[in-house]
């Protein structure tokens, strides 16, 4: 068998029989690769197959582009834009009335079906979005948690959670610790303790040389041993009664079919793609595709002031201290009630679009980028709608997302605007343009609740607090469709640690 990396080959090509896996895991972004850790770390013996439609753009596979030259970037994030992909100078972000609505690495979810959330998008290789990501992983609070697993328990999920994904907080510089103590000052005693304003938790390794090594999927992963099919879709799974016995594939560069019979089935294959695939094998509870949520985004772009520079008291320019803005970025926690958001703070040399400098006082500590995510409450009507009719590009049922903003989020919209002028103020002054705008829905990339966790029995949930799929023994799901709360925080930690709490309910079915 050859191999890749740390990650198995298992060559597909002219393969029309049956393979055979004690555990098959569908999707292998960082939620994939965290049940194939936990299984693996706990029973070596076992065969784990891992199956993704995408390509592998990554050596190892599934590790963050960010690691890659800026060529070797630009190839891999083109490579992970879906079968109809643009290529050479068109292989850009796509642009939608002057928005970037599908960065690097994605593109557009359901394009035509998509109006009510027109920047919702996917990344399609090995590693998934983990691939392409940010890494910022913060923890969940307050509401945000589900309130039928203990707080205890789930707290243990997320340690290890923050082991699997090499979670750590960079070092600050002068600058980024001076606009903290601005922060910090801002919100006074309002922000229980721990809840302030602090260098972000991040999914990465720090090298010696005071670079980087982002996080992905590979980190997760691990040196785990299992069998990789890029290029593979799963179409069905297979059903018998209460049981899956594994899926039908097919090998997309050859066309050939096969099926993988499996003990154990883990579906981690994104909030879109996820549920098409359960719609496509006939599984389709009450609740599947509903409760669509995810973080509502406002964005701004601030020029420093004085006292930043005064505060930071070096002459270092900005551009020798922040290589990388991802790595000098601070976030105000979630706390339900009091901040019921979550504030990114991105510190950089440049602006993310062109400001004219004459008509803005910028000073020496240079830009900062300022969100507010704002929590979306569940509700059924919010879906995504299969077609038995009509197909995408992946030749799966096509997806039809309705989705809509309430007077519940609008009141909340309002607010967390408030907050970040409040903020802003602080700092210095909006740049051109830089004003707290809200983003296109889908911005966020984090797509919650379409899969959704659940006490109820089924009535308005996909799985169980186990991740089981509802009336079935072997058939578990993962990734941010399981989150059934509004949540404001960067989900990935989050379902990496639900994959954590359920990792002892798949290993007792194997
Ligand atoms: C630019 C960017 C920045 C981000 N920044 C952050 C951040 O800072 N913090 C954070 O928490 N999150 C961030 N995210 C989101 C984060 O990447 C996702 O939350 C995470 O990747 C979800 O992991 P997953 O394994 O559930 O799904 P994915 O990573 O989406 O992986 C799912 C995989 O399933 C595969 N698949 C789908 N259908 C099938 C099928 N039928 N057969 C076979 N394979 C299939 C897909 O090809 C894909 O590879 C960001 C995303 C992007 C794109």
New binding site residues.
């Given amino acids: 068998m050859p191999e890749i990396g740390r990650l198995h080959l298992h060559c597909c090509k002219g393969r029309t029989s049956m393979a055979t896996t004690d555990l098959l895991i ?9 049940f194939a850790r936990l299984i693996g770390d706990a029973r070596p013996d076992l065969t784990i197959t891992m ?4 390509p592998q753009v990554t050596d190892p596979p599934g590790s963050n582009v960010r690691n890659l030259s800026p060529r070797l970037r630009d190839r891999a994030r083109e490579r992970s834009q879906g079968r109809d992909r643009p290529s050479g100078d068109d292989a850009r972000p796509v642009h939608i009335e002057g928005t970037i609505m599908s ?4 593109y557009l979810a359901s394009p035509g079906h998509q109006d009510d959330m027109p920047a919702a ?17 913060p923890r969940p609070n307050d509401d945000e948690r589900a309130a039928f697993i203990p707080a205890d328990e789930f707290d243990r999920a997320l340690d290890e959670a923050e082991r699997l994904m090499s979670v750590t907080t960079l070092p600050g510089n002068p600058y980024g610790n001076a606009i903290e103590a601005i922060a910090r000052e801002h919100f006074g005693d309002a922000l229980p303790e721990g809840r302030e304003a602090a260098g972000l938790p991040m999914s990465a390794i720090p090298r010696t040389d005071g670079t980087i090594a982002w996080g992905g ?1 590979d980190t997760i992963l691990g040196d785990t041993r299992v069998i990789l099919r890029a290029d ?4 069905r799974l297979l059903v018998e009664g209460s049981r899956v016995t594994g899926a039908e ?1 097919e090998h997309l560069p050859t066309g050939e079919s096969s099926t993988i019979d499996a003990r154990v089935v883990v579906v ?4 879109f ?2 549920p ?2 359960l719609w496509a094998s006939g599984i389709r509870p009450d609740a599947l595709g509903r409760y669509l949520t995810e973080h509502v985004l406002i964005y701004s772009v601030v020029a420093l002031g004085d006292e930043v520079v005064e505060r930071a008291g070096t002459d270092v320019p900005v551009a020798q201290l922040v290589k990388d803005p991802t790595a000098s970025t601070l976030g105000i926690p979630y706390t339900e009630d009091v901040h019921p958001f979550r504030t990114q703070i991105m510190h950089m040399a440049d602006p993310p679009f062109p400001v004219d400098e004459s008509k803005v006082d910028v000073g020496a500590a240079r830009y900062v980028a300022m969100g507010n995510g704002v929590r979306k409450f569940p509700r059924a009507e919010d879906r995504l709608e299969f077609s038995d009719a009509e197909t995408d590009a ?1 030749g ?1 049922p096509l997806m039809t997302i309705h989705y809509a903003i309430t007077d519940r989020e609008q009141a909340e919209i309002v607010r967390a605007t408030e907050d970040l002028r409040s903020l802003a103020s602080r700092f210095g002054e909006f740049v051109p343009g830089g004003e707290p705008a809200l983003m296109p829905a889908g911005t966020s ?2 797509y919650k609740g379409t899969i959704r966790m659940g006490d109820d029995g089924g009535t308005a949930s996909v799985v169980d607090q186990r991740s089981r799929v509802w009336g079935f023994e072997n058939l578990f799901l ?4 399981i989150i059934p709360t509004a949540t404001a925080t ?6 990496v640690a639900y994959a954590v709490h359920a990792a002892p309910a798949v290993l007792d079915e194997l």
């Fill in positions: 569908i999707g292998t972004g960082p939620v994939g690769s965290a199956v993704d439609l995408g960065p690097g690495g994605t998008a996917l990344s399609s290789c090995v590693g998934g979005m983990g691939v392409h990501w940010t890494c910022a992983t999927a593979t879709i799963a179409r594939v981690a294959a994104n909030a793609q996820t098409q695939l992946w799966m990339l984090h993962g990734g941010n469709g960067n989900p990935t930690l989050t379902s």
